[in-house]
């Protein structure tokens, strides 16, 4: 029996969906529905098809930009990954010779994309780089839409995914609302875009079309118990008889009438979990080698009780180390097998193999990496859930070992090559994973004091030199050698609180 969870249902959005590659027309597609619905899966059967049916498909995950700017400059990344664009490559090469420090002087507070993608973008837009093609652009996504035309002719598929008001700022989350519908009215008729939103943006345009991703019905959630090899099978009720699993369920929920059909089976897994994929998604988890009556005999009726109760089972059934892992790693969005071990205290290969473990239990998934190396996300629901039990010491001491980690591949990264030779993408995630971390533990302590636990957590980690995590902050906050890093960390939180 498999343990990932299998794709069923959703026909009606799939139709739709692949009925925008027969048309001559740019449609734009927002998925909506909340937290866990299942949008991420549909996105991921889609661009199946796609390249099943020679569709060339550009995906990004939005994570956690902190400005329309640095989403804009991912997505180009992205973008010039898959389908190398001429444009992209001529604007870097004439930034090289230009003398763009004053535009990242002016920049750096307000966008942590400084670096090559801003100092790109900003240079382009200043009219430091000559580009008869660029005379008209205002702003980023007139920036994105130029790159775009640049393209190839063919139809082209852009997925976004994670556009999660939950997990981003209200400002952000209303600057890139409002850079969606500029996008679609100015995108080439070639693309066809398709976004995973957990909300509407008010003010939809024509060419927007709203996919409301719901529940599963009871159909599909027969489907889901098949081809997981749920056993329907017989069950034993208290009265020590083996009866067939409908009356065994009949007697437990104090059913009147008639014994339970298979089909009032379902709906009575329907009813609790209310049809919810990522509950759907828990309930299997605990069902696995057990007789899906007793699985449900516990399952509370309301929805809240229902998720705390499947979230509590999902860790009862995993090691202790497993459990210790994913509690260590919660912190971060996104983890690999050195960075795991360093937070949980296991070694790289003890490490490595829990988080294939997990893989395989489909309670973690494998998602593009900014360090070239085999990167997991755990669900943002299990995320909070774990997050919930941590909060206080053991919080802030993952924060830390998290920032000491990624300061020291950031000046790994500096000292490989110039600024414009490293991936714009790779040095711009780890400036804003460092900064995200810092804004979470500044709200409760002082610069000063962060700072130097920071220090601190260094002397457990092996192969991390304080001097690295040092000269790290440096770069990614470009602090002169005379200035205390703490300032800097503190003026920068001062000036993002007031804006």
Request: glycine share 6%; aromatic share 6%.
């Amino acid at each position: 029996m498999s343990n990932a969870v299998p794709f069923v249902n959703r026909k009606e959005e799939l139709g739709k969906l692949r009925s925008s590659l027969q048309t001559d027309t740019g449609d734009f597609h927002v998925l909506v529905g909340p937290s866990g619905s299942g949008k991420s899966a549909l996105l991921d059967q889609f661009q199946v098809q796609c390249e099943e049916d020679g569709v060339r498909t550009v995906r990004h995950d939005i994570g956690e930009p902190k400005s329309e700017a640095a989403f804009i400059y991912r997505l180009l990344e992205k973008w010039n990954q898959e389908l190398p664009s001429s444009k992209w490559d001529s604007i870097k090469e004439r930034v090289k010779s230009t003398n763009t420090e004053p535009l990242v002087q002016a920049a750096k507070f307000a966008d942590p994309a400084v670096g090559t993608g801003a100092r790109m973008i900003n240079a382009a837009l200043s009219g430091a780089v000559e580009d008869e093609s660029l005379g008209n652009a205002t702003d980023e996504v007139d920036f994105l839409i130029n790159v775009l035309e640049a393209g190839p002719d063919e139809r082209i598929v852009v997925i976004i995914d994670q556009f999660d008001e939950r997990r981003l700022s209200k400002p952000v989350s209303q600057d890139l609302g409002r850079a969606f519908r500029e996008i679609a009215r100015k995108s080439p008729t070639n693309i066809v875009w398709c976004i995973g939103s957990d909300h509407e943006f008010d003010g939809y345009e024509d060419r927007i079309t709203r996919l409301q991703v719901g529940p599963l019905d009871s159909g599909a959630i027969e489907q889901l118990l098949d081809k997981t090899g749920t056993d329907f099978g017989e069950a034993e009720t208290d009265g020590g008889h083996a009866e067939n699993t409908a009356s065994f369920v009949t007697e437990i929920t104090n059913f009147e009438g008639p014994n339970l059909t298979k089909e009032g089976l379902v709906d009575e897994i329907k009813t609790r979990t209310k049809g919810h994929p990522f509950m759907l998604a828990l309930f299997l988890q605990t069902v696995r080698d057990e007789d899906i009556s007793y699985a449900i005999r516990d399952l509370p009726m309301s929805q809240q009780r229902v998720r705390d109760y499947l979230e509590d089972r999902l860790l009862d059934r995993l090691e202790p180390q497993e459990e210790d892992l994913m509690r260590d790693v919660c912190v971060l969005e996104q983890f690999d097998a050195k960075l795991a071990a360093h937070l949980s205290g296991n070694t790289v290969a003890e490490a490595r193999q829990i988080l294939t473990n997990l893989k395989e239990r489909s309670i973690i998934r494998e998602v593009e990496s900014i360090t070239d190396t085999q990167t997991f996300r755990t669900h943002d629901l299990i995320r909070e859930y774990l997050q919930g039990d941590i909060m206080g010491a053991r919080e802030r001491q993952s924060r830390y070992i998290a920032i000491a980690v990624f300061s020291s591949r950031l000046y790994d990264l500096s000292t490989q090559n110039t600024e414009e030779q490293i991936s714009g993408s790779k040095i711009e995630s780890l400036r804003e994973n460092i900064k995200l971390h810092f804004e979470k533990v500044l709200d409760r302590k002082e610069a000063e004091s962060v700072v130097s636990s920071v220090y601190s957590a260094c002397e457990g980690l092996n192969y991390i030199q304080r001097t690295d995590v040092e000269d790290g902050l440096r770069y990614c906050y470009s602090i002169q050698d005379s200035v205390s890093i703490p300032s800097v960390v503190e003026e920068m939180r001062l000036q993002s609180d007031s804006q």
